[in-house]
């Protein structure tokens, strides 16, 4: 089991030329938005890679995405967004690409925000899109959804040791560092890929911050909103941050994930 | 001999031959077989001769033999299932992980056959 050594990872690319940057999108039977989310991704910034991880969908979503211009990573069975975004991030330390950035598939995060995500990381590992961080945002929630997130907010910036006030964003880039951790432990459970996650980058050394986002309508499909289904998210909240703050990190499986080419990447430049 | 003496002998040996079977024909792995084969023999012996659970009883001070042999099939009941959870969720860690690096290595492979860009292939 390779140790960590996050201090050794540049943080900031040591060549001059513009950081190679890969958006990851998740996307499981998401074939009316998919394509769409790629396109405007490439039309705003036609410099990044973007990969589809089609998570084994049973409709078009892979063809849709490939047809947009993605190169497409296709999951022989459904994992979730954890198993998703591992394959993801695989794929960026692999390819050795200086950061990586997950972008929803329905559309609701804007490409627009990704220059304001990547420069925080001049001065932090992580940076998430955040929806509440502004005082006329028109996205608000209620009732035990927002206790559940307010809650995780609160332990997750202790943890952090900077303010936090959406962690359960998909929206969020990472730079080489943080790439490196997440390639050999992103969680596949409910909630792991969000909470659990950040949980694991603080625990390893990872520094984390926010930038204020808007967050559109979803292009397609609907978003979980009835009330019973919010004490529901609550409950696995709770279960899930317990969790991530007793478990040990970094985990120890009984296989090296990344390592098989030899060690892990930690200095490719 | 009592009748329940009978189903007891009767249980366990259907148990051990079953368990002989399965190992023969490759459909038990040697590590789990061994757990099996002890609570095999244990059962066999203790129907076989009564006396042996009588003499534990007294020696623990339990007052039915009977609960002894319940309490001891619970606890092992469950020190199994726990086994089994634990080998489950090494293994969905298992395929989750040959799951992803098979994702991998079809979009590699793809790469690698059509190197044309997916835009133009889309525009045919």
């Known amino acids: 089991m ?18 190679r940057v890969l958006v990851i999108v998740p996307a499981w039977n998401e074939q009316d938005s ?37 190169r497409v990573a296709r999951l022989p069975f459904n994992l979730g967004v954890g198993g998703a975004m591992r394959t993801g991030y695989r794929h960026a330390v692999r390819e050795g690409y200086d950061i990586a950035v997950q972008i929803d598939a329905d559309g609701q995060h804007d490409p627009r925000f990704l220059p304001a995500l990547i420069a925080e990381l001049d001065h932090a590992d992580i940076c998430i899109g955040v929806r509440f961080a502004k005082p006329d945002d028109p ?105 991530a703050l007793v ?22 430049a | 001999m009592t009748s329940a003496n009978v189903l007891g002998l009767a249980a366990a040996i259907i148990v051990v031959v079953t368990l002989f079977e399965m190992l023969r024909r490759h459909r038990l792995r040697e590590k789990y077989a061994l757990i099996w084969f002890v609570l095999a023999m244990g059962s066999l012996a203790i129907a076989a001769f009564p006396a042996i659970l009588f003499g534990l009883s007294d020696l623990l001070n339990v007052q039915v033999p009977s609960n002894l042999i319940f309490f001891i099939a619970s606890l092992l009941l469950l020190a199994m299932s726990l086994q089994h959870s634990f080998e489950i969720g090494k293994l969905e860690e298992r395929t989750r992980t040959l799951a992803e690096e098979v994702a991998l290595l079809r979009l590699n492979a793809d790469a690698t056959e059509r190197p044309t860009d997916p835009i133009d292939r889309s525009a045919e």
Not at chain 1, 2 to 8: D, E
Not at chain 1, 35 to 64: F, N
Not at chain 1, 161 to 175: H, K, Y
């Open chain 1, 34 to 70: 998919v394509g769409r989310t790629v396109r405007e991704i490439l039309e705003v910034h036609p410099e990044v890679d973007v990969l589809v991880v089609d998570d084994g969908s049973g409709d078009a979503t892979a063809e849709r995405a490939e047809a947009a211009g993605a």
């Open chain 1, 2 to 19: 390779p140790q960590f050594q996050i201090a050794t990872i540049p943080r900031v690319p040591r060549t001059e030329s513009p950081p």
């Open chain 1, 139 to 243: 996205y608000t929630v209620r009732g035990p959804r927002r206790w559940a997130m307010f809650l995780l907010a609160k332990v997750l910036s202790r943890l952090a040791g900077t303010r936090l006030t959406d962690v359960t964003s998909g929206f969020r880039a990472c730079n080489r560092r943080a790439m490196t951790v997440f390639a050999e432990h992103y969680p596949a459970e409910y909630l792991g890929d969000t909470v659990e996650s950040l949980v694991i980058a603080t625990r390893v050394g990872c520094t984390v911050t926010q930038v204020p986002i808007d967050m559109r309508r979803r292009i397609a499909g609907t978003a979980s909103a009835s009330p019973i289904r919010a004490a529901v998210f609550l409950f696995r909240a709770v279960v899930a941050l317990g969790l």
């Open chain 1, 247 to 268: 478990r040990k990190w970094p985990a120890s499986f009984d296989e090296g994930v990344v390592a098989e080419d030899g060690p892990l990447p930690l200095d490719a």
